[in-house]
Nanobody, 115 residues
């Protein structure tokens, strides 16, 4: 079975950084584009970052230059480095097998901000 297990969320401060990690199993990781999407409370899911099998990347405009997606094909992991965090980055972040519209995703990890 496909499994995507996210970790690394938590409390952040504006301007701070977090690293989210996704451990993938149950499929041929090297054959798939991997993505991160997020969902803020009461909002629709939105694509955040995507990395192809050739390590080409795409970012939504609002995170371009702040977030970095990377993948480790030896360990079947995909990370999302969140830098220069803003309060509007508050959301549950999901690791996705495939591109932004894929329904195959993990259980999510929450990113929130301390006051």
């Amino acid at each position: 079975d496909v499994q995507l297990v996210e970790s690394g969320g938590g409390l952040a401060q504006p301007g701070g950084s977090l690293r989210l990690s996704c451990a993938a199993s149950g499929f041929t990781f090297t054959s798939w584009t991997m993505s991160w999407v997020r969902q803020a409370e009461g909002q629709a899911i939105e694509g955040v970052a995507r990395i192809t099998v050739d390590c080409d990347t795409h970012y939504r405009d609002s995170v371009q230059g702040r977030f970095i997606i990377s993948r480790d094909n030896a360990n079947n992991t995909v990370d999302l480095h969140l830098n220069s965090l803003k309060t509007e980055d508050t959301a549950i972040y999901y690791c996705v097998r495939g591109s932004y519209g894929s329904a195959v995703r993990g259980q999510g990890t929450q990113v929130t901000f301390s006051s």
